[in-house]
């Protein structure tokens, strides 16, 4: 996995004198979504396209779903190996791509990522990135769920590293989380291994997803029969995005990743679950969310 985050990490090289070091992680970090979710698609683009020519809307999200089992999907002709054969045309038909995803497919405006096409055709670099990244195989039957979440993970940690920032604050070590969910398992051990178990499991500060994948991931060692279904809510759009990218490929429902200050706007206030697990941005100013969360005194109190 290191060989293969190194070679991503490598694309940046033809961001040098364009980007500052800081600014790489707003290419690599949407470009390596964009390609996952390409090799995803790969095995029912054909399937999908003859689909979107007799359905729209609701009725294509649910005909997909059920003849190919996938929550979302793309109606564009392009994929990566077609936008390389139109160099002239390739701004464009990289942002018509990126725009006929399904409506569960939020994150690249997220990044800002059709601003990033521009300029990086402004200053003749895009064809090199997209040529470099349609060279790394992302398929599922190469990079599993699991190596995927850590090469999304070994990312950010570069990116947060160019940019002086700690790479905590997007992400808590896989390590650490194993360990947290074996705990949070512990009690419901014997339960957990009944065939059907289906459970619940939120994180309000769900960062790029680890806690909630390694959770899944944890359970199906014990219980291949069993269903965690994934809810989390993350206020950092980047973070929010790759949570919602890493999740999709596991079949979750990316409906429930959500982005908002949980704090100050709880997307799942009318919700219970059956775990919870977080960690928190200790040390973060919660001022701007204040007066959401501290209820004032009544009268006479």
């Not at 392009?78 to 464009?92: K, M, S, V």
């Not at 769920?145 to 896989?174: C, Q, V, W």
């Not at 219970?272 to 959401?292: K, L």
Request: glycine share 8%; net charge negative.
């Amino acid at each position: 996995m290191s060989t293969l985050g190194n070679f991503v990490w490598s694309i940046a090289d033809q961001l040098r004198g364009v980007y500052r070091p800081h600014q790489y992680g707003g290419v690599i970090l949407p470009f390596t979504i964009l390609r996952r979710l390409d090799c995803l698609l790969e095995p029912t683009r054909d399937e999908v396209r003859a689909l979107a020519g007799k359905y729209a809307g609701g009725a294509l999200d649910v005909q997909v779903k059920r003849k190919t089992g996938l929550a979302f999907y793309n109606t564009s002709p392009y994929d990566f190996a077609l936008l390389l054969q139109d160099p002239e045309g390739l701004r464009a038909n990289l942002i018509d791509y990126i725009s006929h995803f399904s409506g569960n497919i939020d994150v690249f405006e997220r990044f800002g990522f059709e601003a990033e096409i521009n300029r990086l055709d402004e200053k003749n670099r895009l064809y090199l990135i997209v040529s470099k990244f349609a060279e790394v195989d992302l398929h599922p039957d190469t990079v599993p769920n699991a190596a995927m979440g850590d090469l999304y993970e070994h990312l950010i940690y570069k990116f947060a590293e160019a940019s002086n920032e700690e790479a905590g604050e997007h992400y808590t070590p896989r390590d650490a989380i194993r360990l947290m969910v074996d705990l949070l398992f512990a009690e419901e051990s014997e339960a957990l291994l009944e065939p059907g178990t289906i459970r619940t499991i939120y994180d309000p500060t769900a960062g790029t997803g680890g806690m909630l994948s390694v959770a899944e991931e944890r359970l199906l060692e014990r219980n291949k029969h069993a269903r965690l279904r994934l809810y989390g809510q993350e206020i950092n759009d980047l973070s929010y995005a790759i949570c919602k990218s890493d999740l999709i490929g596991k079949g979750q429902d990316v409906g429930n990743i959500r982005l908002g200050d949980t704090l100050a706007d709880d997307k799942f206030f009318d919700k219970t679950f059956d775990f919870c697990m977080s960690n928190p941005p200790y040390g973060v100013d919660w001022r701007a969310s204040e007066a959401a969360v501290e209820v004032p005194p009544r009268c006479g109190q």
